[in-house]
């Protein structure tokens, strides 16, 4: 059973389950790879210096990218974890609704990986906003098939998670110019205000 979602009928409790599980798993395969890649880097000078295989200060750069390696990945491994406890709160809290389409309108580079500014196609006239996306596990491309449709869950003023179909990437949107959402997060009602402090979607993030 694909872990995935679909675009033709509203995912249950289940397939919600199974994508999370799918991303926490790709999130931990690409620290265990990374571990391995950087781990060779650091090792990889000591061992063919010690054998007499090759010595030359030059393996010197390659310990320094190993121990670069290690520190970005530490200081990035939480964000993703907390990134994708965000989305599992958003994901348990708020019901998936489909879009027919989200456009990238531009992309940064960030301490965050790169964040980008989508507009998400929505039914209702003027509920459309810039929103700040950003992959939950860091990741840099766009995803593939976000332009043909979607699931979005949250509340618009106060963010939320996007779903892309068939590739099941997670992304963590808010608005844009948040501070242009102040005045109707503001006057949301108690229900929606509660809501967004229990998933954590009423603080700015990134």
């Not at 798993?25 to 265990?32: D, H, K, Y």
């Not at 121990?67 to 709160?89: D, E, I, N, W």
């Not at 006239?125 to 929103?131: H, I």
């Not at 179909?165 to 503001?186: I, M, N, Q, Y």
Request: hydrophobic share 40%.
């Amino acid at each position: 059973m694909s872990d995935t979602l679909g675009a033709t009928s509203p995912p249950g409790v289940a397939e919600v389950g199974r994508l999370l599980k799918r991303n926490y798993l790709l999130l931990i395969q690409g620290v265990v790879l990374r571990l391995v890649v950087f781990g060779a880097l650091c090792a990889a000078p000591v061992v063919l210096s010690k054998t007499g295989t090759w010595d030359s200060p030059v393996l010197s750069v390659l310990s320094v990218a190993g121990v670069m390696g290690f520190v970005l990945m530490t200081y990035r491994f939480p964000f993703a974890l907390l990134s994708l406890g965000r989305c599992r709160r958003v994901l348990r809290e708020y019901p998936l609704e489909f879009r027919s389409g989200m456009s990238k309108k531009s992309e940064s580079r960030t301490k965050y990986g790169t964040v980008f500014t989508v507009r998400v196609k929505a039914e209702e006239r003027g509920r459309s906003p810039l929103l700040r996306a950003a992959d939950a596990l860091e990741r840099h491309r766009w995803p593939k098939g976000a332009e043909d449709g979607v699931w979005f869950a949250g509340d618009l003023p106060f963010g939320g998670v996007v779903v892309v179909p068939g590739s099941g990437t997670l992304l963590v949107v808010r608005p844009e110019d948040w501070d242009k959402f102040a005045a109707e997060r503001e006057q949301a009602g108690p229900d929606r205000i509660e809501r967004a402090r229990r998933t954590r979607l009423a603080k700015r993030v990134r």
